[in-house]
């Protein structure tokens, strides 16, 4: 789905990721694991061009990710966050269909116009103009689905609550579901453990794992080692920017190859 060749960040003369060349297929489930600073996050955000590389290519099922519309784009690799990013003036419930909802009407406009146009040539489309959903009718069908999907994770009593009435791990959990509710191809999480409270990680590392059991291709930057090794079907280990090894969970937990990883194991070891 997602093919990266010598993908280059540079900030200054660090080399925040330097010539990476990966390929995503669809239902993996990749951890990206490795210090801080080994370029992790600066990697997954230049998958969702919240970064703009310097050098290399980025191909979204085979087209350059430069020559897309990058909002559609945004739609189809969805971005879950290390602080949630919700809108603290906007409910649970707005959060979640605010962008969903725009979607709709931006696609229902769009077939409106090609369905008008068809009609000027001659073609009888009225029966597919009189189904066209009103936006009344979106706002209420994505809510529902909201509504099902905060049903999902135990937070439907949060649906008309703000950010700031709920726990970090509520939070990251809105955070998810609110990802999911654009029905994306591929969702990447950056660190989306890392700014919680030791015991609210479990709840929102569970949720993740449910979607990796739905077979969900998911990118994950995680330092937690455990679930890393548990739950994805194919481990990244990054140190200066590079990919130094790219194993599976089996291969690369219990048979490091690479000095650095055999070195960064024996610092972590406790988180194993």
């Known amino acids: 789905m997602i093919e990266i060749k010598n993908l280059t960040k540079n900030f200054g003369e660090l080399h925040a990721v330097n010539d990476v ?40 099922k085979g087209t350059d990710i430069k020559q897309l519309d990058i909002n559609k784009y945004r739609q189809e690799v969805g971005m879950v966050f290390q602080h949630f990013n919700l809108f603290n003036n906007l409910t649970i419930l707005d959060n979640i269909t605010l962008a969903p909802i725009d979607k709709r009407k931006q696609q229902v406009k769009e077939l409106t116009k090609q369905l008008k146009a068809q009609k000027k040539q001659g073609v009888d489309v009225s029966e597919q103009l009189k189904n066209l959903p009103t936006k009344k009718q979106i706002v209420q069908e994505e809510q529902e689905n909201a509504l099902q999907l905060l049903t999902r994770i135990g937070l439907a009593d949060k649906a008309n609550s703000y950010p700031s009435q709920l726990s ?58 455990k679930f890393a090794k548990n739950v994805a079907t194919r481990v990244l280990f990054m140190d200066g920017g590079k990919v130094v090894e790219d194993n599976t969970p089996d291969q690369l937990f219990n048979n490091p190859q690479h000095s650095r990883l055999k070195e960064f194991f024996a610092k972590t070891s406790d988180l194993l």
Do not use: W
């Open 21 to 60: 060349s990966v390929n995503i297929d669809n239902g993996e489930i990749i951890a990206v694991i490795g210090p801080s600073g080994s370029g992790k996050s600066t990697f997954i955000r230049c998958i969702n061009m919240l970064e703009n590389y310097d050098g290399g290519q980025i191909l979204y």
């Open 168 to 225: 970090g791990g509520q939070k990251q959990r809105v955070a998810i579901v609110r990802a999911l509710a654009m029905k994306p191809e591929i969702l990447l999480f950056d660190e989306p453990t890392s700014a919680l409270d030791i015991e609210m990680v479990q709840e929102v590392l569970s949720l993740i794992k449910q979607l990796a059991e739905t077979k969900m291709t998911m990118v994950i930057v995680t330092h937690e080692l």
